[in-house]
């Protein structure tokens, strides 16, 4: 056996006696961040393209939780996992969210994993196919996404990757029946940017607005209204019928 080999084994040995122990470390001496920008233009409108709009125009009555470059902490003694995006439900922002044990996702606070990852491919060095998805059905994350707009590391733009058996396989349609959501690719203009967006939707293929589309759709729908009922008063005003006498 190589010095490697036993190198690595080792590792996993003392993470595991790691992780039996009782007590957790003091999470003062977890980093939680680092304050080091890493992200494009394009990830970054991408990433708030995912997470505003299940805010805004989500079931309401769903608690979730749904965010951007969080580290997703399995263990007190693993390094985090950083996705560009993940959906939780069944869970909320803690009210004291400036602690140190509710700045992270920690899996041991929360009770759960996240339901969804979402990986936004920009390079060809974020191991998304590789460490970062075993990492991530350790967690026991239900579906991992990558979404590889330039085609650097899959054949496809969109593909998503269901667990079964501990490890992940190709979902063959981007809808999750278990929370209710899929994804889809959109030609379209976000942000004063047009180009093709991933974007969450039902199961006919409906689109999560976003606030700013759900306004505009609200003021379209007023003003076609307002546009019916003039409308309507000219043609009563025709047939010598004053609408303001009807009201």
Known sequence: MSQSVIELESLVEVEE?????????????IVTEDDIPVDNIYSAK????LVEPTYTSWDANIRRLADANVGLFRSPYAPPVVPDMFLSLDVEVAEDWYAKEHRSYFIWVFGKAPEVVIEIVSNKKGGELGRKMREYARMGIWYCVVYDPQ?????TALQMYELRAGSYRVKETPFMEEIGLGLTLWQGTYE??????????????????????????????????RQRAERLAAKLRSLGVDPDALE
């Open 17 to 29: 006696i790691a992780e039996s122990v009782v007590d957790p470390p003091d999470l003062e001496s």
């Open 192 to 225: 004063g940017k047009e180009g093709q967006w991933l974007r969450w939707c039902d199961e006919v293929g409906h689109l999560l607005l976003t606030g700013a589309e759900a306004a505009a759709q609200e003021r379209h729908i007023a003003q076609a209204e």
């Open 151 to 155: 085609l650097l590391i899959q054949d």
């Open 46 to 49: 991408q990433q708030r393209l």
